[in-house]
């Protein structure tokens, strides 16, 4: 089991531009979830999906979309890119919406110059 | 609302003495608790975690952790630390539907 996987492991991105992170989760698993770990920070919720609908949302913006795929591999957009935006994405996985167990893959870090 | 706080952005302790690393947390249901550790680069490794049942809960690489409701605590502890256990170690709370609610973390450094 190859757990959760993520796609590039380091981007390096121009203010203004967009940008697309990928997410393999755990063999099994139905449920992605994203988050955000500013340098110093812990992690925040982007958002979840679950059967390829956006199922729950944190406090971000509209310029950070998602799309979850029949394979239940999922993808993360980010338009029109802030350098605020520089961060480690780390995706999570599980198995169905309600579940306390969640495998975070080794992240995508994001570097908007 | 949901709050975790880490007290402490940095913990120095020296190789073989003890690691207490805290956590409080605010909720307004009974909680899930959780400890992950993140090593430099890398992504989140659950180390311990509370749903429900004994208070006292044993992870991995020798750690524990105590749930104390009156306390809204939830700290972690190592008899003897190692170098191997320098890190950034985050707090966080179950927060529904699958997600969690993190503190800031506290770095763990180890001198020999």
């Known amino acids: 089991d190859a757990g959760v996987t993520q796609s590039p492991t380091h981007l390096i991105k121009t203010r203004g531009q967009q940008v697309t992170l990928r997410c393999s989760p755990k063999s099994g698993h139905d449920t992605v979830s994203w988050y955000q770990q500013a340098l110093g920070q812990g992690p925040q919720f982007i958002f979840q999906?679950?059967?390829?609908?956006?199922?729950q949302r944190g406090n971000f913006p509209d310029r950070f979309s998602g799309h979850q795929f029949p394979n239940y591999s999922s993808e993360l957009n980010v338009n029109a890119l802030l350098l605020g935006d520089s961060a480690l994405y780390l995706c999570a996985s599980s198995l169905g919406r309600v579940n306390t167990e969640a495998f975070f893959g080794q992240g995508t870090r994001l570097t908007v110059v | 609302a949901q709050s975790v706080t880490q007290l402490g952005s940095h913990v120095s302790v020296s190789e073989g003495a003890l690691v207490l690393l805290r956590c409080n947390y605010s909720s307004s249901v009974p909680p899930y608790l959780f400890w992950y550790v993140q090593y430099p680069n890398q992504g989140l490794q659950l180390l311990l975690k509370y749903t429900t049942g004994a208070t006292l809960v044993k992870g991995i690489n020798g750690f524990e952790a105590e749930f104390k409701k009156s306390e809204t605590s939830f700290h972690l502890t190592k008899p003897s630390a190692h170098m191997s256990d320098a890190a950034e170690y985050f707090c966080a709370l179950y927060s529904g539907y699958s997600t969690l609610t993190f503190g800031k973390g506290t770095m763990l450094l180890v001198s020999p």
């Open positions: 999906y679950y059967e390829e609908e956006e199922r």
